[in-house]
């Protein structure tokens, strides 16, 4: 498994690289940054996007993840994947709002839908500062807290849908290719962290 604080930024930039690509200073126009982040994580260079195509990018990101003709293929909330009917705040709903409670985070402050995948992301980025923080204060009951709620979620909530999410966005070759190059990085990385998990944290 990677260091915590290399996964506390693999979780941050991946909630920001889903989000809508609404500023220039995004971190999806970071050619630097997103090959050092491929790097890191083993998967391939990234492909070469510059600022002046933001609006291409917000076009595309529309079609994938929010409305198309035909529907959306790919949608990035986890109740589309684990509930068996669609349902507002159904049982995987409610149980992603428990464990962000738990942890502190008022997921009604977000404009999201709490099983969104840019929250979800988020809250494992949380998590991840939280161990890092313990790990420095040295207070080994904050971090096996935090290392087990991170299991615990991902397990329960993130792992189960994350992986048919991003099979959905590399499998769609009308997809725009930066958003095919995020789910390969996501899905190897979760893979990674799924396998750690399944291990034991590390030390």
């Known amino acids: 498994m990677h260091s915590p604080e290399l996964r506390n930024g693999l979780y941050g930039l991946l909630s920001d690289f889903f989000h809508y690509p609404a500023l220039r200073e995004s971190p999806i126009f970071d050619q630097e ?56 705040m159904g049982k995987s709903s409610q149980g992603v709002v428990a464990a962000y409670r738990e942890a502190g985070i008022r997921p009604e402050d977000s404009a999201e839908p709490p099983d ?43 792992h189960p849908w994350i992986f048919e999410f991003c099979r959905r966005v590399t499998e769609d070759e009308t997809a725009h290719p930066l958003y095919r190059w ?15 998990m399944s291990a034991g944290p590390a030390g």
């Open 116 to 158: 969104s995948l840019i929250l979800e992301l988020a809250f494992m980025a949380h998590l991840t500062e939280a161990e890092v923080q313990a790990a420095a204060a040295g207070d080994q009951a904050a971090l096996e807290q935090t290392r087990e709620q991170q299991i615990k979620f991902c397990r329960d909530y993130l």
């Open 33 to 88: 940054l997103l090959q050092e982040v491929a790097a890191r994580v083993g998967t391939d260079d990234p492909p070469q996007v510059a600022v002046d195509d933001i609006h291409e990018l917000q076009t595309a990101y529309t079609g994938l993840f929010v409305n198309r003709l035909g529907g959306v293929r790919a949608h990035p909330y986890g109740a589309v994947y684990l509930e068996t009917e669609p349902r507002l």
């Open 182 to 196: 995020g789910a390969r990085l996501l899905e190897k990385f979760s893979r990674q962290e799924q396998a750690g």
